[in-house]
């Protein structure tokens, strides 16, 4: 290579996908002037400012004392280059190129990472995609802001070597101070933090229906009255599920980081997202001008927890059919479109009613039956047909909330959903198939797996027809039946275990 050009490795995040991107610097004689090329946006043009007082406030010569002109090409030029993460690789180049630092081999490392105009290095997202980037490619050196190679060192790869400066970047470069890398760190998995079930009194029916959901991870449609305990309920939910797998954790975690939500760390418990009605498709679903992950794909692996159900606007409602069909989102943009996992379970809640007492046994409802019509109807068929589990949490007695609490049975239940989820991890892991929880089948797998008893199979011919099921209302009632009966640790689903889905599934209205 001519003295006068130089090459750094960098990368750009596309939703959560990385890839590489090569800054190329070449210095040519001409009125000074510092272009970038290579389908730019409008923060790494900022990159001239920023570099530029960098390397002034770091002790080497700046372009601008420089009467030569700079070209900073960015390649390959057909995709395009969006954030700030091309700061320091520009910086390292130029360098390079104006043979202020020793030349050495850039091919197998990656620089990234944003310049404060005091030559200090702040965190970009994305390090745990860029670092399995890097992983995939066989690159030696991850050069990266110290926030973001805390948060990438569970990715067992390329050496993370923090720079905390431009400065301390040259001495390690030059030999003369060499930075410690950041050693890679097993995830250790956390348990999330709810709400404790054994807080809420009485209400059985539907501490048993959550014991489901957790099992299986069956989504469920919690409603009643106000106040009776529905958001409470949910919120114990997560407090119900075992902590996430290694797995998990990285493929949470590597969400997280495209969306610059990890703050030096890694995403060690399982995600619980409980996005407010008003918020906008975008936030939930994901999207935007640099497609972002939406809360869907926050909650992955995790809880996503809709309160209000009816309040949700009508075509976000409509938009998480596919995802919870399928486990990841479209995200439509200009020309193409990019996929991002959401797979959660849903947890929704909802009054039946605008004044909240519609069949309540005592308590009189104020609304118009159009009213309450009108009310229901904004959940459509198709979404609470993704709904396995529909349960009635009816207004509590003062006897039964007076009723002392019992602690001792959470753990009981913990380690009985633990082991049932144990049950369908090495199942699905036996069966080559890619899928950790009953709720994820296919109507496929049903057959194979939710292996009925004749008593049940003749059960469900007699039940099937008479309940209006539609198809897929018929297999979420096996993959229920299933999870009831992993909850037993009984190999054959027997009639008990489909009659409680049916239980389950079936609203009264
Ligand atoms: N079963 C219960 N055990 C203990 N406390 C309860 C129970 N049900 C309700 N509460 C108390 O009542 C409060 C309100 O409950 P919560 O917010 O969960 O009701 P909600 O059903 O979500 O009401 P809304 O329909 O108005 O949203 C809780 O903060 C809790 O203190
Ligand atoms: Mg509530």
Redesign the pocket.
């Known amino acids: 290579m001519p003295p006068h050009l130089a090459r750094v490795r960098a990368a750009e995040l596309d939703g959560i996908e990385a890839r590489l991107i090569d800054v190329e610097v070449d210095l040519n004689v001409g009125l000074h002037a510092f272009n970038i090329i290579g389908l730019a946006d409008k923060a790494l043009n900022e990159a001239r400012e920023r570099v530029g007082s960098a390397l002034k406030n770091s002790g080497v010569k700046p372009p601008t004392k420089d009467n030569r002109k700079i070209t900073v090409n960015l390649a390959p030029a057909d995709v395009k280059k969006t954030g700030s993460q091309y700061d320091l690789a520009i910086a390292v180049a130029y360098l390079l190129a104006t043979g202020q630092i020793k030349h050495f081999n850039t091919d197998d490392k990656l620089f990234l990472g944003e310049l404060g105009l005091d030559g200090g290095l702040r965190p970009v997202a994305g390090s745990l995609n860029f670092a399995m980037l890097a992983k995939q490619h066989e690159l030696k050196e991850i050069f990266l802001p110290p926030a973001n190679a805390r948060e990438a060192k569970i990715i067992f790869g390329a050496r993370l070597i923090p720079v905390p400066t431009l400065r301390t970047l040259l001495d390690h470069l030059s030999e003369e101070t060499l930075i410690t890398p950041e050693e890679f760190s097993e995830p250790k998995p956390l348990q999330t933090e709810g709400i404790d079930i054994s807080?809420?009194?009485?209400?059985e029916g539907a501490k048993r229906a959550l014991t489901v959901a957790a099992a299986g991870g069956h989504n469920i449609l919690m409603s009643?009255?106000?106040?009776?305990?529905?958001?409470?309920?949910a919120q114990a939910l997560v407090s119900l599920l075992p902590p996430p797998s290694t797995e998990e954790i990285i493929d949470a975690s590597r969400i997280w980081s495209a969306a610059g939500l990890l703050d030096g760390s890694y995403l060690a418990t399982r995600p619980f997202r409980a996005p407010h009605h008003t918020a906008s498709l975008a936030a939930i679903v994901g999207g935007g001008q640099n497609p972002r992950p939406g809360e869907i794909s926050l909650a992955h692996r995790g809880v996503l927890f809709l309160?209000?159900l009816p309040e949700f606007h009508r075509d976000l409602l409509e938009a998480l059919r596919q995802p919870l069909e399928s486990g990841r989102v479209n995200i439509a943009r200009a020309k193409t479109s990019i996929t991002l996992p959401a797979r959660f379970t849903l947890v929704s809640?909802m009054?039946p009613c605008p004044c909240?007492y519609w069949g309540d046994p005592e308590k009189e409802c104020r609304c118009s039956a159009y009213e309450v019509f009108r009310y229901q109807k904004k959940i459509s068929g198709p979404l609470l047909d993704r709904i396995d589990i529909h349960i009635n949490?009816p207004r509590?007695k003062i006897d039964?909330?007076r009723r002392p609490a019992d602690s001792r049975s959470t753990n009981e239940l913990k380690a009985r959903i633990s082991r049932a989820r144990t049950l369908q991890i090495n199942r699905f892991r036996e069966a080559g198939l890619d899928i950790l929880v009953n709720a994820e089948m296919s109507s496929k797998d049903c057959e194979r797996f939710a292996a009925l008893a004749p008593a049940a199979d003749k059960f469900l011919k007699d039940v099937f027809d008479r309940s209006l099921l539609s198809a897929r209302g018929y297999y979420r009632i096996l993959k229920t039946a299933r999870t009831i009966a992993d909850l037993e640790e009984s190999p054959r689903t027997e009639v008990g275990h489909l009659a409680e889905a049916f239980q389950l599934r079936v609203r009264e209205e």
């Open positions: 807080e809420i009194r009485g209400q009643g009255p106000p106040g009776s305990g529905k958001s409470m309920l309160d209000e809640a009054n909240g949490v509590m039964e909330l």
